[in-house]
C-alpha cells in the first residue's frame, strides 16, 4: 500500500476513528457475532487503506465503505456456520450496548421491545436483514440502498416488503401462542 504522505495516513485514522463504531454495529446486525462483526470491520478498513487514495476523493466515502462491509458479511454468510436463530434470540447478551454510538444508542433506548425487535431481525435470511439494518437502523433510503447493495430499486422495494411482511407474521404468530407483546 503506498501512502502519499502523513497528512493522507492522518485522513484516514480520523476517517476510521469516525466510522469505525457505526460499522461494528451494522456488522453485528448482520451477523449476530460480535467476534464476526469485528473480523468484517477490521477486512472492511483493510479494503478501504487499500483503496484511500481513491475513496478519499468520493463524495460519499462512508457509504462505499459500509458497502464493502455488508457485502463481505452478505459473501461470508456462506462460507461460515452462524449461530442459530434459537441461540441469537434467546441469548442474554446485548454487545449492542458496548458498540452503539450515543445518537444509536439513544434510538434503541426508545424502543421499549428492543429485544423483540432484534429477535425478529435475527430470524429474517440475510439479504432481508441487509436491507432492514440499512433502511431503518444506517436511516438509508431505497435508492441509497439500492446504490449500496447495486441491486434495482424495486428488488430493494420488493425485499424490505417480504422482511417487514416476515416480522410482522412472526410477531402476531408468538402474540396467538402468548408470547411478549411489544406494549407490555
Known amino acids: 500500500m503506498k501512502w502519499f504522505g502523513t497528512s493522507t495516513r492522518e485522513e484516514f485514522e480520523r476517517f476510521v476513528s469516525d466510522v469505525t463504531v457505526g460499522l461494528l454495529r451494522t456488522g453485528y446486525l448482520m451477523t449476530w457475532d460480535l467476534g464476526e462483526a469485528e473480523n468484517l470491520?477490521?477486512?472492511t478498513l483493510l479494503r478501504a487503506a487499500m483503496r484511500w487514495p481513491t475513496i478519499r476523493?468520493?463524495?460519499?466515502p462512508r457509504?462505499?465503505?459500509r458497502r464493502i462491509?455488508?457485502?463481505l458479511a452478505i459473501d461470508r454468510s456462506t462460507e461460515r456456520s452462524s449461530r442459530t436463530t434459537a441461540e441469537i434470540y434467546s441469548s442474554d447478551e446485548d454487545p449492542l450496548v458496548h458498540v452503539a454510538d450515543r445518537d444509536g444508542e439513544a434510538q434503541l433506548l426508545r424502543?421499549?421491545?428492543r429485544s423483540e425487535i432484534l429477535g425478529l431481525l435475527a430470524r429474517l435470511p440475510l439479504r432481508q436483514?441487509?436491507?432492514i439494518v440499512l433502511r431503518y437502523f444506517e436511516d438509508l433510503s431505497e435508492a441509497d440502498i439500492a446504490t449500496q447493495l447495486d441491486w434495482p430499486i424495486g428488488t430493494v422495494k420488493s425485499t424490505a416488503s417480504r422482511a417487514l411482511e416476515s416480522m410482522q407474521r412472526t410477531l402476531y404468530a408468538q402474540r396467538l401462542a402468548g408470547g411478549p407483546a411489544m406494549n407490555e
Open 41 to 43: 470491520v477490521q477486512e
Open 57 to 60: 476523493g468520493m463524495d460519499y
Open 63 to 65: 457509504a462505499y465503505v
Open 69 to 71: 462491509l455488508v457485502n
Open 111 to 113: 424502543i421499549e421491545a
Open 129 to 131: 436483514r441487509a436491507v
